[in-house]
């Protein structure tokens, strides 16, 4: 019986909470597995250029199981606050460009990030590696809606391992 408590216990804990180790994300991780078929063969989220959509299709879901975990995903810096030298907060996308062209991804595919340290602007120009807490919460910015947001703790420099 305390075997079974304990399992269910250790089942209802964020990884977070069981485990120091940082959970690697892929982008097509943050997308529930009932809506992956919304989504193309390399992850991104298909879109059709030819007709009149403009807006953020706010389509999909987040993963609630993630809320609180450690992760560490790479991306693209969208810069949101911060000065000539570091950026405070910004979005990270899964593609150049995303926010930028219309439409921007669905909201779990834009995370806002709040890096309280700052992040050296000239380490933001390529594709980098976001290490935080990230929590399921919606946020709207002027470009788009995010359904995630991670507190920063640390940027890596993106390898493709």
């Known amino acids: 019986m305390k075997k079974k408590f304990l399992l269910c216990f250790l089942l209802l804990l964020p990884f977070s909470a069981i485990s120091n180790e940082v959970l690697k994300l892929d982008w097509i991780d943050l997308v529930p597995e009932q809506e992956r078929n919304q989504f193309d063969a390399v992850g991104m989220p298909k879109v059709d250029h030819n007709g009149a959509q403009m807006q953020q299709s706010l389509v999909g879901g987040v993963r609630q199981e993630l809320?609180?975990?450690?992760v560490k995903i790479p991306g693209f810096v969208i810069p949101l606050e911060g000065d000539d030298k570091v950026i405070t907060e910004f979005l990270l996308v899964p593609y150049f460009g995303a926010c930028i062209h219309v439409p921007p991804p669905p909201p779990n595919q834009i995370i806002y990030v709040k890096f309280e340290k700052g992040a050296p602007i000239q380490q933001l120009w390529d594709v980098i590696y976001i290490v935080g807490t990230l929590k399921t919460e919606t946020?709207?910015?002027?470009?788009?809606?995010?359904?995630?947001?991670?507190?920063?703790?640390?940027?890596?420099?993106y390898d493709d391992e």
């Open 67 to 70: 809320n609180g975990s450690l």
């Open 139 to 157: 946020i709207n910015s002027e470009l788009a809606e995010t359904g995630y947001l991670i507190e920063g703790v640390s940027l890596e420099e």
